[in-house]
């Protein structure tokens, strides 16, 4: 994380803005689904730019800017430099923001092979090969992580520019998730393949909770042991294949970077 921002002083009330690139809304509408607490955010802050909940856009420089999506087409990338020239404090929210997302899947087949199967007219089709997160063109203070967010995180994430601090979001696992809502670990229990151990915390750990083993959606925590992982996952009736499509299905460029992963 780069230096925090100063704490904000009763003056001016301090500027968000919220951008979209390659993704699916699912982000921005977990700030909007923030509902009661998102009228005391308003208060407290400046909405100049957010396309899902009004057209009124004022341009910037911007205190805050929120950003969703990945960058996928040559526009994106020049999209996200201007969107960081213009704001003092940028933080990526959602899987595609911070590890490049499902699209991230692209980068590990051949980009003008999709191109021409899924377009009638391919040559239309401005993209890149790679589906990359924001951090991959611009400096970012902040990863908020997340398919989708955890809204309670991106309330701390903005309660904490406001005051001029580190937001406080866990990196363990979402094995602690488990022990702290006293749930049975689906593994041990069941030989339910789940990749729990080497997942971020955030979701509350609510398919474990449901006798479901963790996806992955909110990427690799801090601490992360594939070597140990995967014949667990072999074990409980995985095949290499299925292995590899469970670290890849929404991180699919964090976890590709972790060492152990299957290539």
């Given at each position: ?204 750990a609510i398919c474990p909770a449901y006798g479901r083993g963790c996806y992955g959606c909110f990427g690799p925590s801090a601490s992360v042991n594939l070597p140990a992982l995967i014949p667990l996952l072999r074990r409980d009736g995985m095949s290499d294949d299925d292995v590899r499509r469970a670290l890849r299905t929404y991180n699919a460029a964090s976890f590709a ?7």
């Amino acid at each position: 994380m780069r230096p925090q921002p100063v704490p904000y002083d009763g003056g001016a009330r301090p500027t968000l803005a919220v951008f979209k690139l390659a993704s699916c809304d699912g982000c921005q509408l977990t700030l909007l689904d923030c509902e009661d607490q998102l009228l005391a955010v308003a208060g407290r802050l400046d909405i100049s730019h957010f396309l899902e909940a009004s057209s009124a856009v004022r341009p910037g420089p911007y205190d805050l800017a929120l950003v969703e999506g990945s960058v996928t087409t040559p526009a994106d990338a020049e999209r996200v430099r201007e969107i960081r020239s213009a704001a003092r404090f940028l933080v990526t929210i959602g899987a595609c923001a911070t590890a490049g997302g499902i699209q991230a899947l692209r980068n590990f087949a051949d980009v003008e092979e999709f191109r021409a199967t899924v377009y009638a007219r391919p040559d239309y089709i401005a993209t890149l090969t790679t589906s990359t997160p924001v951090s991959a063109h611009v400096p970012v203070d902040f990863e908020l992580r997340g398919c989708p967010i955890d809204r309670g995180q991106l309330l701390e994430v903005i309660t904490a520019f406001l005051a001029g601090r580190k937001p406080d979001v866990p990196n363990h696992s979402v094995c602690f998730a488990c022990k702290r809502r006293g749930t049975v670990c689906v593994t041990v229990a069941h030989g339910t393949p789940c990749l729990g151990p080497v997942t971020h915390a955030g979701c509350g750990a609510i398919c474990p909770a449901y006798g479901r083993g963790c996806y992955g959606c909110f990427g690799p925590s801090a601490s992360v042991n594939l070597p140990a992982l995967i014949p667990l996952l072999r074990r409980d009736g995985m095949s290499d294949d299925d292995v590899r499509r469970a670290l890849r299905t929404y991180n699919a460029a964090s976890f590709a970077e972790v060492e152990g992963a299957p290539s």
